[in-house]
């Protein structure tokens, strides 16, 4: 099966833009988690969906949001972006709503200028 | 207090060695824990999971659980340059759906 995968991998943008991310899971997998990950906080878990539902969300402001469609691929979207939101940005697919086990993409790196 | 807490290191052991990397965490109610391999630059990889308290191993690696102290360990057995990186403990408590991290202890595996 392929992996997860992330687009872009790359991006720059400058404060005040808004970003829009992609992720399509491992095929099957109908489960999508997004975090990010700083050299200061870590790796920080933003929010989660299921069936094209958001069933949990992290401790981040309401810039950070997602969706996810029928096929589960999902989207992020960062909006007003700000100099600290420059991170990578993972995406982690589980197979099904009883599994713990996630599998990570390669992720986006977002450097905010 | 952390969530969950591991050392920074780094670590630093010869080749062929025993690297034990150790983590606690906070929540008793966390019930699945994983390792999670992270080169520089790259995502994270899954090595292994453990849900039971004792010892599951797998190949080279061996996942240690202790519920009642709130610890869980990675051993890699005959440590390879290769397995230099940052190792990332992760718990996941009961209808969370989301993973915790620890910081990370990186590890250095000298030829």
């Known amino acids: 099966k392929a992996g997860v995968t992330q687009t872009p991998r790359y991006l720059i943008k400058t404060r005040g833009q808004q970003v829009t991310l992609s992720c399509s899971p491992i095929?099957?997998?109908?489960?999508v988690s997004w975090y990010q990950q700083t050299p200061g906080q870590g790796l920080q878990f933003l929010f989660e969906?299921?069936?094209?539902?958001?069933?949990n969300k992290g401790n981040f402001p309401g810039r950070f949001s997602g969706r996810q469609f029928s096929n589960s691929r999902s989207e992020m979207n960062v909006s007003t972006l700000e100099l600290g939101d420059s991170a990578l940005y993972l995406c982690?697919?589980?197979?099904?709503?009883?599994?713990?086990?996630?599998?990570f993409g390669p992720g986006t790196r977002l450097t905010v200028l | 207090q952390k969530e969950v807490e591991q050392n920074s290191g780094p670590l630093s052991v010869p080749e062929g060695a025993i690297a034990s990397l150790n983590c606690t965490y906070s929540?008793?109610?966390?019930?699945?824990f994983f390792w999670y391999r992270q080169y520089s630059g790259k995502s994270p990889e899954l090595i292994m999971f453990?849900?039971?308290?004792g010892d599951k191993e797998d190949g080279r690696f061996t996942a240690q659980l202790n519920k009642a102290s709130q610890y869980v360990s990675l051993l890699i057995r005959d440590s390879q340059p290769s397995d230099s990186a940052t190792y990332l403990c992760?718990?996941?408590?009961?209808?969370?759906?989301?993973?915790?991290f620890g910081s990370g202890t990186r590890l250095q595996v000298q030829p």
């Open positions: 982690a697919s589980r197979d099904s709503g009883s599994s713990d086990t996630q599998y």
């Open positions: 095929s099957g997998h109908r489960s």
């Open positions: 969906y299921f069936s094209e539902t958001q069933r």
């Open positions: 929540d008793r109610g966390s019930q699945s």
């Open positions: 453990i849900y039971s308290n």
């Open positions: 992760a718990v996941n408590a009961v209808g969370r759906r989301a993973l915790t």
